[in-house]
């Protein structure tokens, strides 16, 4: 294990301002925090973190990410809280602290080997510092280089796949393909150990076979570069990783013996003239093999890599690999993001920190060019605007970012988003038009009773939700419509003394432009022709009789069922709505009044707001209640009167909700020093319901008087 001097050490090579009093606070807090915890190998807990905080460091990262390095299992595994952490070491450490603490707990989610790619995803948007990642990074890095000593092998296995499958991929896209390859071999080897043996032991007898080969090439092409004029160039020959051998079998299908090229050598020079100096005299010393020459310096990977790549029967007839590089380009090759970062970090900037490694990366995404790079790109930036959250079974979702619960629903299956009446994120019950975040886990509960609500479109923000709801509304609405249309002609025939029939209206169809009998239908129930209309062109010849439907007529008629309508499928802003001045409940007598491309608004028979209403007796339209309605909830409006004394409000509030009333509003409509007069609105079942919370309210003696809002 790293002693505490030594980490400080080697911080203080690359960066002589490190905080060397901060750094040995955080090895300290750790050392103490995780006490006597052991780790599978027997090790104290403590070693874990100080070697996370070693392999950083050998990154040559920033104090902040050595610090954290130190302290990203704390908050996890000890009793220390983000807050200790935020009081000794600042918001800066704490915020980092906190995000490697989160991407350790959604790791935890999801096991699921076709979700890799929206995984690795997730961990990057959730990332929003990259040191975070990077931390994150060396964590499993260590932990995946002790993996042995787990002895649970479902555990291991784990392991292994989310580190082959997410973090060894996301090195690579930060262009850090040193640890790329250890992660990716570790993981390998626990993953198909029969494979990476046999491949390690044929790379073994090949060694064995040739054993000078790798250092003969290596000298060879050394005299070539040489005596071409480049005696600074350095050649260094290594063995492909077993991993990677097994990868390229895999693609092109062939044996190992038939993989020739297991050998690479990489060609380091001082700038970027000699690379192409070092690629002319490699391709005149020796046959150029078709298709494998990669001009990466002209054209870099969108991870920033840089480098010639070529293919050559090389000295002892051997096919080889060759990459050239400059040693700058190496350095960003082997460690990626991370190189860049410490290069432009340099000694006494000032600038702040925290949005570098933005910079970093947007740095990188410029240099991104043909349409692969591009996708790459896009993908990347895609992150940023993306949330990621999680069904109770562990299967991601992705959505845009402000996606609702209802989004979510509807992107699990239509049926769901159809039905959908709450949401419980992360274990709460929260309103459908919470916003998700990243990582939350949410269960959509259903009600078959649930439809669409046009509510819900002013805040969805996927498309298929908000494309069915709009479907749902338009069908919806002209149902509503045609039932309500038709109930008015048949009630124009009467007035007028006709019987009713279908047939006749054939005739008149073309007077109003309309294809069908059902388009006449909803033509009068959106109130743009009127039944009388209807009447009278179908009987031309006569005369329009004003018919006067007193007040009291109407009143005295509203609730006969033989000639009312059924009203269904009670969906607030549709052709049928309430009236906010009596707030109408089933129960209650009522009577609609048909208004001018707004579909018909029920008010209580007994409404003030009717007067207005009494010279134009066509618009009122008798309606009643129908029985399938106990599944949607109504709202009652009280007023009501408390004395002002400490306690009171709390009494009311109670009585109301033993009843099984739910307060939706209240508003103080009158304040005294002895009273209090307000308005309480209060969704029930029916009318009955709210008679009988009237009621349990008038029995508490605090409560002063309790009224229905009439008007
Ligand atoms: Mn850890």
Redesign the pocket.
Known sequence: MMRQFELVELVRSYDPNADEGALNRAYVFSMKAHGAQLRASGDPYFS??VE?AGILAQMKLDCASIITGLL??TVEDTVATLDDINRVFGPEIARLVDGVTKL?RIELQSDQTKQAENFRKLVLAMSEDIRVLLVKLA?RL??IRTLRFITNDEKRRRIARETMEIYAPLAERLGMQRMKDELEDLAFAELQPDARNSIAARLEFLRDQGATLVPRIEAELQRVLRDGGLAGASVAGREKTPCSIWRKMQRKSVAFEQLSDVMAFRVLVDNVGDCYHALGLIHSAYHVVPGRFKDYISTPKPNNYRSLHTGVIGPERQRIEIQIRTRDMHEVAEFGVAAHWSYKQGVGNTEGPQYRWLRELLDILDHASGPEEFLEHTKLEMFQDQVFCFTPKGDLIALPRGATAVDFAYAVHSEIGDTCVGAKINGRLLPLRTVLGNGDQVEIITSKAQRPSPTWERFVVTGKARARIRRFIRTQQRAQYLDLGKAIVQKAFRQEGCEFSERPLEAVLKTFNCAAIEDLYVAVGQGLVTGRAVVAAVFPQRQDRAKVVSLARARRKAGHTDTAVAIRGLIPGMALHFAGCCHPLPGDRIVGIVTTGKGVTIHTIDCETLENFADTPERWLDVAWSNNDGETAHVGRLNVMIANEPGNLGSLTTVIGKQGGNITNLKITNRSTDFFEMMLDIEVADVKHLTTIIAALRANPVINSVERARG
């Open positions: 874990h973190p996370v990203h299992d350790s964590d260590h932990n």
